[in-house]
Structure formats: C-alpha cells, structure tokens
C-alpha cells in the first residue's frame, strides 16, 4: 500500500485523553464562505468556526476585482450564464451555474443590507467594473481594488453580532473525525490548548484553496489545500483536480512576495507589453488584454521566452495617474512602495497560480459523498467554473453555496442522530523507519516543481518526473507524526499536489487552464467529463462525472 493511501489521521490521539468541545455545526474555514455558512446555520443552532489563521488572512481578505452579479437593467442573468458557461469550456455545470447567477442578486443585496459599502457614482448607482469573459460590466467592488477586505469585514461583524457563532481563531484542524465513515466534527489544534476534538452533527468545510503549492502565487500563506488534503483521508471523492487556474498578472519584484494586480486593471483599458513597449495581446485573441486568462497566460509565457525575459510589463501610462490612485489605491500603493511610478513606467508582471477549481464533489446542497461533511468555497467543485473560471465569479460563489450549505447544514440538525462511540477513533500509525528531511527543503522544492512542471503548461514526461519525486518526498515525509501546524501543512500540500499531478497526466487534451504541450487539442468525444479521484488501498482511484447539460 503507498504510503499517501495509509494515512487516515496525520496526529495521534486517544480521544478520551483530549478536550472535547460539542455544536450543532461545525465550519472549519473563515473566507466569505464559511462565514456566510456560518451566518446562515446559525438560524438553526450553535455554530462553532475553526480557521487556522486570524481574521482577514483569508484568500477572501485579499480578493481585489470584485463580485460578479447582474445587479442592473441592461445586464440579464442569461448573458451572465452564458458567458460563464463560455469561458467554462464545455466543463461548466448548468443547474448549479443556473443557481449561482439567479441567487447572486438577492445575496449580493443581503450583504449591502448587512452594510457593505460598494463604490458608487456620484448618482449613487453601483459602479460596475469590466473584467475578461463578460460580455458587459457587471463586476461590483469596493474601496477600489480592496472589494474581499470589505466583504470579509462585512461579514466578520455579522458572525461576531450573531449570538449562536463562536470563532476560533489560530485553531488548526488536523483532520476530520469519522465514525462509521459519518463524518461527527474534527480534530483540532490550538497552541494555547492543545488537541481537542470537536464533535458537531454536520461538518461545512469551507477551508479554501491551494496556491501555495506553487511557487508563483497571488494566495497568502495559508492556502496550503489542508482541506482537500484531510477530505481525501476521510474517502470523499473529488474532481476536476488538474483545474488550477492561473492569474496573468501578478507583480513581478525578484525577492519580494508576489501582489495581485487585478484584472480590473486590463479591463479599465491597461495594455500588456513586452520590454520593448510592444503590446502584445492583439497577436494572440480578438480580444486582447480581455481574453480569457488561460489565454492571457500562456500569452505572456511565450513572450517571456521569446525576449528571453522573467516578465512581461503593464502599461498604464495612459490612465491618468489621479483616475488610476482612485480607482486601484492598493495597487497604486503597492508599486510606489517599489518606486514605480505608473505614469512614467511599467508595471513588471507574470502569470501565477491564483485559483484551484478542482475540489470535493458536492450536491446541489453542498453535501460530499462522505455523510455529514459539506463544503463550499474554493474547497468544494460545484462545477460551476467547468475548465476555467470567469473572472470575479468565486466571490459570488462563496456567497451563494455558502448560504446553501449553512442552510442545508441547519435543516439536517433535527434529523441527526448520534452515530457511534468517540472511544472508537483509532489513529494508531505504524512506527517510521526512514530518516527525517527538512521540511522547508522539500516545501520550497516542491513549489517549484510545481510551478515548472504541473503549471501553465505540461507535458507527460514532466507530470511523470513530478509524481516520481512527489512519490520520493512522500515515502520520508507520510511516515512520520508530526506535531505542529507547518508540519501537517506540508504532508497536505504533498497529498494534494500529487493528486494534482495525476490528474494532469490522466487528462491528455487540453481545455481551459489545462493545457497540454503534448496534447494541444480539445477533445470532447473523450475527455468532456469530470475526472474524479477518490482515495483506495492500492493508491487514488479515477473516476469519470457526466457534465451536467444545459436543456436545449
Ligand atoms: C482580479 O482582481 O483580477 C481577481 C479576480 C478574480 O480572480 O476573480
């Protein structure tokens, strides 16, 4: 058996030896989905959640571009699906792309009735800001560039108003808890406290994405796919795991951290040039700047190679400087603490990983295949991203199937019955025999494996050397028990970006953000499925979904 498969607690524990803490639903996550799940549940009953960081450090606290919803007369919740639809590439899921657009509005409005405070013009209406794939303007934001703070604040002092929320902040979970295979709460761990086992009656995993698996990333720290990670113990199927979508524009400083410049910024009239000044895009798609981002980033990869260059450049010279400080403050903040100053030069860019669509499996009611357990956010593949996401839609997203599942969550709770025994859980683990290496040797390793070969572009000999070496790192690093936060993290960002990399190299076609050197072609006869991987004895087993159909 491998050893990725023989994991199914990474910490031991006897659970009569630990804390324990009850609820009725437990949310394991703190982005707008989790909150927004917990802001809903708790219309049913107690809701504890758990987020291994502190507040506004979310992928959600960061999100610049904005929210995508029809919230105006000229704009229809049809185009809206059809260009989602669109850019999903054939990969897209009607019923809930259906449910995303048509609920936008009404929880778009809950939140501005909750106080979140969307720029405006000077006659009061909503601005609407123009992102890649939309047929017309219809992303809101706020504060600018500073849209996620705002709806994380929003919906931070909502949680914390709500009388049945408890938030833990700096609270790590190691694993779910399964009893019967019924999932009933999760393993924690607190530096002040310890282990402790929180039972809940329904599980919402809502604990975001992967990025940090990559070395180019716009994710902050903690997106280090714990949740797939710890879903994929427990036996939930996923899918669409070769699904990372990459963002064509992140700030390129050698030796600094990487920032976000949105799209927003192409879409209020940036152009891409190489470093002769040479815009670019026009040679690539009709339409340019705007083409969707898979495009865009391959785009800018092959200029990069062909002027031998690590970057490609913003021009934005011909936004006037005081339009462009308004519009993109943080953004205009940021290049002038690298003393750039956008009305005289470039702003140096590259493509890096930004959103993992791949996920866990989950109903129209956000239900997993394991009992119990939910999930929403950039955790879960509703299917409403396909092969590629439309820019500003997970946001809405967040939103939306967050709502349904706190809703679905608290509805269960009069239904639930208690299954099993905690002095049941067994997370006895075979004693290592193999050396220790040094974890932040192999994390940084790793990224960059996976930036050069599970990337933008991949090709089958690559995916093999990378799961090869996956493989090496696995048989030092899966043996062990750990006891710190950094150390789980790290066994979660292995498990996961193997099973990246596997379903890169299953997937031979390319579509949407999956692209294939030695595959360049869209294959619909075969390959327009879902691939799901669930865990098994021998290693991860390939399944396929139907997509499911728009009606005729
Ligand atoms: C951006 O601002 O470009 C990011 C928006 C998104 O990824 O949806």
């Given at each position: 058996m491998d050893l990725y498969e023989q994991r199914r607690y990474l910490s031991t524990f006897t659970a009569n030896r630990v804390p324990h803490i009850f609820t009725d639903v437990l949310v394991i996550g703190g982005g707008i989905a989790g909150l927004r799940a917990a802001i809903e549940a708790s219309r049913y009953g107690d809701v504890l959640v758990v987020t291994k960081?502190?507040?506004?450090?979310?992928?959600t606290a960061f999100a610049q571009g904005g929210i995508a919803v029809?919230?105006?007369?000229?704009?229809s919740c049809e185009q809206h699906i059809a260009d989602t639809l669109q850019v999903a590439c054939g990969l897209g899921d009607y019923g809930p792309i259906d449910t995303l657009i048509r609920r936008g509005p009404a929880e778009v409005k809950e939140l501005l009735d909750w106080g979140a405070r969307f720029d405006r013009d000077s006659d009061g209406k909503l601005c609407r800001g123009r992102e890649a794939g939309h047929g017309l303007s219809r992303v809101l934001h706020a504060d600018g560039d500073a849209t996620g703070h705002e709806i994380a604040e929003t919906l931070i002092h909502r949680a914390i108003e709500a009388p049945r929320i408890r938030v833990f902040y700096?609270?790590?979970?190691i694993d779910l808890v399964t009893l019967d295979d019924v999932c009933c709460g999760a393993i924690t761990y607190h530096p002040k406290y310890g282990h402790q086992l929180v039972w809940a009656k329904q599980t919402i995993l809502a604990s975001g994405g992967a990025g940090r698996l990559f070395r180019e990333t716009t994710n902050p720290e903690i997106a280090t796919a714990d949740g797939t990670a710890m879903a994929y113990r427990t036996g939930a199927v996923l899918r669409d795991m070769e699904m990372v979508q990459f963002h064509p524009t992140t700030m390129y400083v050698a030796g600094a951290t990487r920032t976000l410049i949105s799209e927003a910024v192409r879409g209020e009239g940036a152009y891409l040039v190489d470093r002769q000044g040479r815009r670019f895009m026009t040679d690539y798609h009709p339409d340019a700047e705007l083409a969707p981002r898979d495009v865009v980033s391959r785009a800018i990869l092959t200029e990069m190679s062909r002027t031998k260059s690590p970057c490609v450049f913003l021009d934005v010279r011909h936004i006037p400087r005081d339009r462009f400080a308004k519009r993109f403050p943080s953004i205009y903040e940021r290049c002038r603490q690298f003393d750039m100053d956008v009305a005289h030069e470039f702003i140096p860019v590259r493509p890096s990983a930004h959103y993992m669509i791949g996920g866990l499996v989950v109903d129209q009611d956000t239900r997993t295949t394991v009992p119990g357990l939910l999930a929403c956010g950039e955790v879960a593949c509703t299917g409403v991203h396909g092969a590629n996401r439309l820019a500003s839609n997970s946001l809405l997203e967040g939103l939306v199937f967050g709502a349904i599942a706190g809703r679905a969550a608290g509805e269960s709770l009069a239904h639930w019955s208690a299954n099993g025994h905690p002095s049941l859980i067994s997370t006895a683990t075979t004693k290592a025999r193999r050396v220790e290496l040094d974890l932040e040797d192999i994390r940084n390793s790793l990224r960059a494996l996976m930036t050069r070969s599970v990337g933008i572009e991949r090709e089958m000999q690559r995916l093999d050397e990378a799961i090869h070496d996956i493989d090496f790192w696995g048989r030092y690093v899966m043996d062990k028990t750990f006891d710190k936060p950094y150390d789980w993290e790290s066994q979660n960002m292995l498990t996961v970006a193997r099973l990246i990399a596997l379903a890169a190299r299953n997937r031979t076609e390319s579509r949407g953000v999956h692209h294939r050197t030695d595959f360049p072609n869209t294959d619909d006869q075969r390959w327009r499925v879902h691939v799901t991987l669930r865990r098994g004895d021998e290693g991860p087993v390939l399944g396929t979904n139907p997509v499911d159909e728009a009606p005729a």
């Open positions: 960081s502190g507040p506004f450090r979310s992928n029809v919230f105006s007369d000229d704009d700096q609270c790590f979970t």
